[in-house]
């Protein structure tokens, strides 16, 4: 039971850093601010693939590495995703986006967003 309860708290705090996340970078991206937008699409992309892990094994990764490794080890078509849209959000630290490039990020979470679901 206690195994349940904190995966449901983790849960719980994951969907939340989601949403903000996602909600901040929608109004980054209506804002035209496409750096902001394409770093919080990616965070919420990261969250997503969190959530994802928790669902199917159980546990969080704690890093960017270990997702990748996990992500890609297990669950191609998500690492697929990912594996494209890291380098806009290493981009974003040091150039200028685009609105095509956010947009991308923000298709990519309705991807995965299916993914999860299923």
């Given at each position: ?8 708290l ?20 209506n ?23 928790l669902k ?61 679901e299923?």
């Open positions: 039971m206690l195994y349940h309860t904190s995966c449901c983790v849960q719980q705090k994951l969907i939340g850093n989601f949403e903000e996340y996602f909600q901040l970078g929608l109004r980054a991206f804002e035209q601010k496409y750096n902001s937008a394409t770093t919080l699409f990616f965070k919420a992309i990261a969250t997503l693939c969190d959530l994802f892990l199917k094994s159980g546990r969080v990764p704690s890093s960017h590495s270990d997702r990748f490794r996990t992500i890609e080890e297990n669950y191609p078509a998500i690492y697929k995703i990912i594996d494209r849209d890291f380098p806009f959000y290493q981009d974003s630290y040091t150039k200028k986006m685009d609105k095509e490039s956010a947009e991308l990020l923000k298709d990519d979470i309705g991807k995965i967003k299916e993914m999860l299923k």
